[in-house]
């Protein structure tokens, strides 16, 4: 089955440590992209990648980063500089052709941090 | 900058009782408008891609539409398996997607 995965669904660390969380798809898409949802807002994009090896800063860069080695792989690092970390992160990835624009989504990873 | 306003920002429905989500937008050059829908605790699934106004897209008991302003996901006879967030987003230039902060839809049997 073609999808989007996220690992963990749950991570748990503690404040000052660097944590990653992964995400893969299968889908062959050549976009993808990493938001966080806090409670009772709408998703906030943090980075997104169009192709290999290159990627850009969305609008809460701040504390985190990312690489693009792999069309398939876009991995997530949540740094000790991002000051509230605790969060519902969600990977999705899109098509680049023209006129397709829906993204499809991963099932999420919640951290938490204390 | 693209802006996505969602109302209302909650909504209860009895089963059977036909309402009308409303998302308006303001984009430079619109490229997509979408609607997703998420579970709690789960990634948003999609369900609708409008290009211009008029379009109406349905599926089963949703029906969306398109303005140059505004998009409506109209619910028919819902039913309590409908209960979810409704999310709408917008596509300007370049492929990211802004987001409106939901409806959270809860239909009561």
């Known amino acids: 089955d073609g999808g989007i995965t996220q690992s963990p669904k749950y991570l748990f660390r503690k404040e000052g440590q660097n944590v990653t969380l992964s995400c893969e798809q299968n889908l062959n898409h050549d976009a993808m992209y990493w938001y966080r949802q806090d409670p009772g807002q709408g998703l906030r994009l943090i980075y997104y990648?169009?192709?290999?090896?290159?990627?850009q800063k969305g609008d809460i860069a701040e504390g985190y980063s990312v690489s693009r080695e792999k069309k398939e792989s876009f991995p997530l690092t949540v740094t000790s500089a991002q000051k509230n970390p605790t969060a519902f992160y969600l990977c999705?990835?899109?098509?680049?052709?023209?006129?397709?624009?829906?993204?499809?989504f991963g099932p999420g990873t919640r951290l938490t941090v204390t | 900058e693209d802006q996505v306003t969602q109302s209302p920002e909650a909504l209860r429905l009895q089963e059977g009782e036909s309402s009308s989500l409303n998302c308006s937008y303001t984009?430079?050059?619109?490229?997509?408008l979408f609607w997703y829908r998420q579970d709690p605790g789960k990634g948003p699934e999609f369900l609708f891609t409008l290009y211009s106004a008029g379009e109406e897209k349905e599926k089963e008991r949703l029906k969306a539409t398109l303005t140059k302003k505004e998009s409506f996901l109209h619910i028919t006879a819902p039913k309590p398996e409908d209960s979810a967030t409704y999310l709408c987003?917008?596509?300007?230039?370049?492929?990211?997607?802004?987001f409106g902060e939901g409806t959270q839809l809860t239909v009561n049997p």
């Open positions: 987003a917008v596509r300007g230039s370049g492929s990211r997607l802004t």
């Open positions: 984009v430079s050059g619109l490229r997509g």
């Open positions: 999705a990835s899109s098509t680049l052709l023209a006129g397709v624009g829906e993204q499809y």
């Open positions: 990648s169009q192709i290999v090896n290159d990627f």
